[in-house]
């Protein structure tokens, strides 16, 4: 799709996704090991006090090749975990969240990003999560919450779901359906524009955690290495 298309038609979906990231990724600070992170690095500025490193499967975009299922680094050598669109995409979440634990240092911080309503959108895509399993699914792995946030509106749903069939039409060349979705999708877009959906759960597109692990700091943030 050409660029200044893409851009007139980006779901809002995306944009609210991405002020969650920024709003709970204020404090990000010290060692930070973003598993799963594909291209995260190159979407979001981190501040000049993260260290980051990168772990994924695909050692493309990462920095350490490696499952999120078996954490290839030391016990408590991060102050931050991220884990944004992943657990959907890996056979045992509980198995990546009870790693992400061990990784963290006590009084350290995860925010994980899952999806709702959304649809099946990779090879690998297992699993979604409600706004009632998902604080169970973290506080089941020895999180606390400290914050959760839910994006979302019927709106906001309606028109990301046109943007994933426009693309399917485009690929399936449905030239007939492509333009009527594309009418629609110009009445909804401006709408989802105004939905203020945050934090409606019934609707929601994904939901967003920032969580800590229990207990007090053992040392100062941004000390640590996660290279064993
Ligand atoms: C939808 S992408 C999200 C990428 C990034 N976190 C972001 O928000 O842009 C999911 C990523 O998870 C990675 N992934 C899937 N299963 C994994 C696993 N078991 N361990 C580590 N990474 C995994 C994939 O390779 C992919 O890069």
Redesign the pocket.
């Known amino acids: 799709m050409r660029s200044w298309v893409r851009r007139a038609l980006w779901p809002r979906q995306y944009d609210r996704s991405s002020y969650f990231n920024e709003r709970f990724l204020a404090g990000l600070d010290g060692v930070v090991l973003?598993?799963?992170?594909?291209?995260?690095r190159d979407?979001f500025a981190l501040p000049p006090t993260a260290r980051y490193y990168g772990?994924?499967?695909?050692g493309r975009?990462s920095h350490l090749r490696?499952?999120?299922?078996r954490l290839p680094i030391a016990d408590g050598c991060a102050d931050w975990v991220?884990l944004?669109?992943?657990l959907e995409?890996?056979?045992r979440p509980a198995v990546?969240l009870s790693e992400a634990r061990r990784a963290l240092r006590p009084g350290g911080y995860a925010y994980v990003?899952v999806p709702f309503l959304q649809m099946e959108?990779?090879a690998?895509d297992y699993w979604r999560w409600t706004g009632q399993s998902f604080p169970r699914l973290l506080t089941a792995a020895g999180f606390d919450i400290v914050e959760m946030g839910t994006n979302g509106g019927v709106l906001v749903l309606l028109d990301y779901l046109l943007w994933h069939a426009l693309r399917h039409m485009k690929r399936t060349q449905a030239w007939l359906v492509l333009t009527m979705l594309l009418a629609l999708k110009a009445l909804v877009q401006p709408l989802a524009r105004l939905d203020n959906g945050i934090d409606d759960p019934l609707f929601a597109t994904s939901f967003h955690a920032l969580v800590t692990v229990p207990g007090e700091a053992e040392r100062q943030s941004g000390r640590g290495s996660c290279q064993d």
């Not at 973003?34 to 995260?40: E, K």
């Open positions: 973003d598993i799963g992170c594909g291209a995260f979407k772990l994924d499967l695909s975009a490696g499952d999120g299922q991220l944004v669109a992943v995409h890996v056979e990546v990003a959108h990779a690998a």
